[in-house]
């Protein structure tokens, strides 16, 4: 699967999980690679080859969400149509891939230790910090649920004002940890996988695996690897999924 990146966790068989990168695709320019957004100006029908690459590669149909930095999960099943609005989604149904897309925000993947039932969640700082992650991780019955964290927008590159520091710290003071001063007065760099791991342990999630907030997985800093809209302005979206198989 050309250079995607399989999660390095201790999920089930049954359960399986990847996330895209640019390889692949046959989508032009500013959307090079695998683009499978169809949302940021691409050609429709390169988006569609490219989200039929992924279907054939993973051999499940992923279902691509309408999102819009919410806390809605959506249960899905093989009648569930792309474009649903909602930034998370669960599945049961063995049809179906929950899948998420992302050029800088934070995507996560959930299963438990009994791997029944997978979700997937779209983390950017509004619905990070309105509780997504801890929305979707209120659909598993298990006491012990796990996370996978994918690329994101890494620590040294995510620059946010105040407003987006003081969203997290009344909530919670230990996530001042996760901003430093930044390159200018009432600026920060935030820490956005560091953020995730914190509410994702409040919210009973103590087995989180990937992002480690190091730059191999910032998008920011990975061009050739990662679309990222702080970058370039203009991008294509990659995506994680996670289906049962």
Request: charged letters at 20%; a neutral charge; one cysteine or more.
């Amino acid at each position: 699967m050309h250079d995607w990146l399989v999660p390095d966790w201790p999920a089930p068989a049954g359960v399986r999980a990847i996330c895209t990168t640019r390889a692949g695709g046959v989508s032009q320019g500013a959307f090079g690679g695998l683009n499978l957004g169809g949302h940021v100006g691409d050609e429709p029908a390169n988006v569609a080859a490219n989200r039929a690459q992924l279907q054939a590669a993973i051999g499940v149909r992923p279902v691509f969400l309408q999102q819009v930095h919410g806390t809605d999960v959506l249960p899905i099943d093989a009648t569930t149509p792309d474009g649903a609005v909602a930034d998370a989604c669960t599945a049961v149904d063995m049809a179906v891939a929950c899948t998420i897309m992302v050029a800088d925000c934070l995507p996560v993947l959930f299963t438990d230790s009994e791997g029944r039932r997978v979700a997937a969640a779209h983390a950017g700082w509004r619905g990070l910090a309105a509780g997504v992650l801890e929305r979707t991780a209120g659909v598993f019955d298990s006491p012990r649920p796990m996370a996978w964290l994918g690329p994101c927008i890494g620590p040294n590159a995510f620059e946010v004002g105040d407003e987006v520091r003081a969203a997290f710290v009344a909530q919670s003071g230990e996530a001042a940890a996760c901003f430093k001063p930044g390159p200018a007065l009432c600026k920060w760099w935030a820490d956005l996988p560091g953020l995730a791991r914190q509410r994702l342990r409040a919210a009973g999630v103590e087995a989180v695996y990937g992002n480690d907030g190091s730059d191999a997985w910032c998008t920011v800093r990975n061009p050739l690897r990662f679309f990222s809209h702080r970058r370039d302005g203009v991008s294509g979206r990659f995506a994680a999924a996670i289906w049962r198989g």
